[in-house]
Every structure is written in structure tokens, then in C-alpha cells.
């Protein structure tokens, strides 16, 4: 009973559609499969209804951008409620804010003698519509010849430190995870120990948030941990009674060393993740 609980399909930067994202993970040999697409619901009804013709759980997730202290960090909802006013509003403003920052990113990348239309990267967005971001400039980047790969633009040009880069609005990250209780999910911290947001997420900081904005969990097993940052989390999280859970942060082929299962979440974490989620209102099956 393999279980993959962060995955992303091409409603936001992922390259498979909701359905053959499922599709491959029954593949893979899984048997519970959560979406969890950057900011948007759009793709649970797709995958979900896949499930449900080729006999495979998706939980409905979704992963909130947040931020604090000016630095990004991701959260993980699961269980979320699709029809939650508050959380959909917010997820909009995101989604707008992630797209309406591309054309001052394109000003720069001009700058930087690598010029870009908006048509360019709207041609690469696949079923994202208003989720493009950095990731779709990105793969037009890739159409044009001017890199190898996604990890090659960010690298080059796109990431926090690079020369075209452009910040975008996401949640302040204690209202995030209050937003996404009030939809009925239970919240994971993911990928805690990646670099950059292993700085802000200090072990004091996410003790504050167990225990005063009921952190539901965090993502130990994750491609990019090693084995000493693994270790460091599952003790931080026994300690804080936390679900530690693990998964691949799929991207179809968006992101090397992401495939589908290649990391699991074990079976009584996520029966103690659907348990947070029933007593938080969401939706557990
Ligand atoms: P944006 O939301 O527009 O700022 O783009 C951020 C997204 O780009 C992240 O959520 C990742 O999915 C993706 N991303 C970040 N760094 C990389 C990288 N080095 N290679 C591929 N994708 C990346
Ligand atoms: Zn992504
Ligand atoms: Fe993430
Ligand atoms: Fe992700």
C-alpha cells in the first residue's frame, strides 16, 4: 500500500494532466496519491474522478505559498475542502499576483539580452492558466533554445539570487495555516530542510507553530534531504507530535529526481493524517 503524499499535475507546473498523473501512479505501484498543485484546487475533481474509475485514493491537497520574514516557505493542505470562500480567495490573489509579476521578470530577462513575450510563456503554461509563474518562463526559455533544462533557467537566471528575478505575494505563514484548518485540512510543513527555507525554519520556529497554530505535520523524507536532515526532523517532529510524513514532490518531467513514489509516507503516518483531517472537518475520503 504505497503512499505519495505531494505531487504536481499541469494545473500548475507539472507536465501531467490530473487524469495521467493518476494514471502513472498506479503505474508506479501506488495505492493512495495526493495533488497538491501550487495554489490552486483546480485539478482534485480530474484526479479524483480518475481515481475513482482505476481504483486509487487521491487525497485533495494543495500547496500554499507562504512566507516569512520576506522568505518563502511552502505549506501542505490536505484534506482541503474545495469550496472554502476565504481559501479560494487568497489562492486567487496568489495565483494573480505569481502571474502579474512576469512581465517585470521579462523586462529584466530583455535587459539580460535574452528578450520574451508574454505570448512565449503563455504557450508553455499547458492547463495552468492563471498559476503560470517562473517555471513556464522557464520552459519557454528551454523552446528557445537559450537552456538545457529548468534547473539550468533557474540557475542562470530566475532563482532568488538571480538577475531576473521578480518576488511574488503569498501568505504570511501563520494566517496560511489557520486559512487552511478553516477549510477542513490538516497542514504538513514541507520540505523543511531545502536550502534556503531551512534558514527561516528554524526548530524554534516550527515548535511555535505545533504548538500554537496546530502544525499538523512536517515533510521528513523528501528527495533533497540527506540522511542527518531526515533524522533531525523526525525527532523534532516525535517530540512535537507531528505526522512526519514523506513524498516525492513529483513534478512529471518538470523536475529531475522527483519520480512518482521514489519517496513514501508509511502507513499509520497517514492514517494519523486522515484522523487530523476528520477532526478538522475536511475531506477524508
Ligand atoms: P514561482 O511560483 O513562479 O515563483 O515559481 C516557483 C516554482 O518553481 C517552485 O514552486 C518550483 O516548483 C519551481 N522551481 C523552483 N526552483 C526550481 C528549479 N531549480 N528547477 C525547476 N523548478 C524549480
Ligand atoms: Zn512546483
Ligand atoms: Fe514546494
Ligand atoms: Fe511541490
Not at 100 to 119: H, Q
Not at 180 to 192: F, I, K
Amino acid at each position: 500500500m504505497h503512499i505519495d503524499l505531494h505531487t504536481h499535475s499541469n494545473v500548475s507546473d507539472g507536465t501531467d494532466t490530473p487524469t495521467r498523473l493518476v494514471l502513472n501512479a498506479r503505474a508506479a505501484g501506488l495505492a493512495t496519491v495526493a495533488l497538491t498543485d501550487h495554489d490552486t484546487l483546480d485539478g482534485i475533481q480530474e484526479a479524483r474522478a480518475a481515481g475513482r474509475r482505476i481504483g486509487i485514493h487521491v487525497v485533495p491537497g494543495v500547496e500554499l505559498s507562504a512566507e516569512v520574514d520576506g522568505r518563502e516557505v511552502h505549506l501542505l493542505g490536505y484534506g482541503t475542502r474545495l469550496d472554502h470562500r476565504d481559501l479560494n480567495a487568497e489562492l486567487t490573489r496568489i495565483r494573480l499576483g505569481r502571474r502579474n509579476r512576469l512581465p517585470a521578470m521579462l523586462d529584466k530577462l530583455a535587459r539580460l539580452g535574452v528578450p520574451l513575450t508574454m505570448a512565449e510563456v503563455e504557450a508553455q503554461a499547458g492547463a495552468a492558466g492563471t498559476a503560470l509563474g517562473r517555471p513556464h518562463v522557464a520552459d519557454a526559455l528551454i523552446a528557445k533554445g537559450k537552456v538545457a533544462n529548468r534547473q539550468e533557467a533557474f540557475e542562470r537566471f530566475l532563482d532568488r539570487n538571480g538577475p531576473a528575478f521578480v518576488p511574488r505575494p503569498a501568505a504570511e505563514l501563520t494566517a496560511g495555516i489557520d486559512l487552511l484548518h478553516a477549510a477542513g485540512a490538516a497542514v504538513v510543513l514541507a520540505h523543511p530542510g531545502i536550502r534556503g527555507m531551512d534558514e527561516v525554519l528554524t526548530g524554534e520556529l516550527i515548535e511555535m507553530l505545533a504548538r500554537e497554530h496546530g502544525l499538523d505535520g512536517i515533510e521528513v523524507d523528501y528527495p533533497l534531504h540527506d540522511a542527518s536532515t531526515r533524522d533531525l526532523y523526525h525527532r523534532l517532529g516525535a517530540r512535537l507530535d507531528l505526522v512526519r510524513t514523506g513524498s516525492s514532490d513529483y513534478h512529471g518531467t518538470g523536475k529531475v529526481g522527483h519520480d512518482l513514489g521514489c519517496v513514501l509516507t508509511r502507513e499509520p503516518a497517514f492514517r494519523e493524517l486522515l484522523s487530523r483531517v476528520a477532526a478538522r472537518g475536511g475531506v477524508v475520503r
